[in-house]
């Protein structure tokens, strides 16, 4: 059994790995080229939820 110091640790650790920037399959309304997820982590708490998106062309913006 883990400690609740283990748990938390692991749990961290773990949203630090999905928050990597990634491609989202959305294609970029300015250039056509596949957009990135900016911080998959981080959502705004707006209705409806939010996620900051960029692409190589310098777009950014956000998706629900």
């Known amino acids: 059994m883990q400690s609740l110091e283990e ?5 961290l650790n773990n ?3 999905l928050g ?3 491609k989202n399959n959305i294609a ?12 998959p ?3 705004l708490t707006s209705y409806p939820p ?3 998106v ?5 777009y950014t913006g956000y998706r629900r």
Request: with cysteine.
């Open 50 to 52: 939010q996620y900051a």
């Open 7 to 11: 748990h938390n640790n692991e749990v």
């Open 41 to 43: 982590s981080l959502c």
């Open 20 to 22: 990597d920037p990634h």
């Open 15 to 17: 949203m630090y790995k």
């Open 28 to 39: 970029c309304p300015e250039c056509g080229e596949e957009l990135w997820d900016t911080n």
């Open 54 to 58: 960029h692409c190589d062309c310098g």
